[in-house]
């Protein structure tokens, strides 16, 4: 069961911007911030940004992450066909001593 | 390049255990966490629990009372054991490299199949 609360889909045009949103609590998202994973179908999920807009090597710009209180925001701009996948946002929970997942936003780019 | 591998068996009948074992390549597991996530067909995923080179762990309160995690640094490996499966842990189960202080999950395996079925 997801632990952070994310829509389960959005569409938009190609070379629009979607911004994606993760809903936590203070012991999760709003302790730390979240980190968010991208998946294409029948791929393992690929590490986007953490710790609200770190980004890793290799991850375009046209990604920026950000956090306001609880709520982690993913934003994408000029949508690009391969931008069409499953998003899901992550964080360490101090309270559970685990790590949460978001359900996933299937992002569909039309 | 850190490249991380799951391999098991791919059936486990009801009641039994599920064992797998994750390979890590391209660097030395020490003084890392090392995390199993599954994920359902057509499902989220699911953190199952962490493990660091030390042996310390964290378990998913919900999977807790049946998994049992261990590394073997002289191997560059770590393993998972879940007991008293039920078709409901039928996933894709995947190692990744992660969660620590300030890091997140940032390297994942390609994930391998397990099927509970008689």
């Known amino acids: 069961q997801a632990g952070l609360t994310q829509p389960p889909s959005l569409s938009k045009g190609l070379r629009q911007t979607a911004t994606l949103t993760c809903t936590g609590n203070?012991?999760?998202?709003?302790?730390?911030?979240a980190a968010w994973l991208q998946q294409h179908q029948g791929h393992p999920p690929k590490l986007l940004s953490y710790r609200n807009n770190n980004r890793p090597s290799g991850i375009s710009e046209r990604l920026s992450a950000s956090r306001s209180g609880n709520t982690a925001s993913l934003t994408i701009t000029g949508l690009q066909p391969e931008d069409e996948a499953d998003y899901y946002c992550s964080a360490w929970d101090f309270s559970l001593s685990a790590w949460v997942f978001g359900g996933g936003t299937k992002l569909t780019v039309l | 390049q850190v490249q991380l591998q799951e391999s098991g068996p791919g059936l486990v009948k009801p009641s039994e255990t599920l064992s797998l074992t994750c390979t890590v390549s391209?660097?030395?597991?020490?003084?890392?966490?090392w995390s199993w996530i599954r994920q359902p067909a057509g499902k989220g995923l699911e953190w199952i629990g962490r493990i660091f080179t030390s042996g310390s762990t964290d378990y998913s309160p919900s999977l807790k009372s049946r998994v049992t995690m261990s590394v073997d640094t002289s191997k560059n490996q770590l393993s998972l054991k879940l007991h008293s499966v039920t078709a409901a842990d039928t996933a894709v189960y995947y190692c990744?490299?992660?969660?620590?202080?300030?890091?997140?999950?940032?390297?994942w395996g390609q994930g391998t199949l397990v099927t509970v079925s008689s």
């Open positions: 990744a490299r992660g969660p620590g202080p300030g890091t997140p999950l940032d390297y």
């Open positions: 203070s012991d999760n998202v709003g302790n730390h911030g």
């Open positions: 391209g660097d030395s597991i020490t003084n890392y966490y």
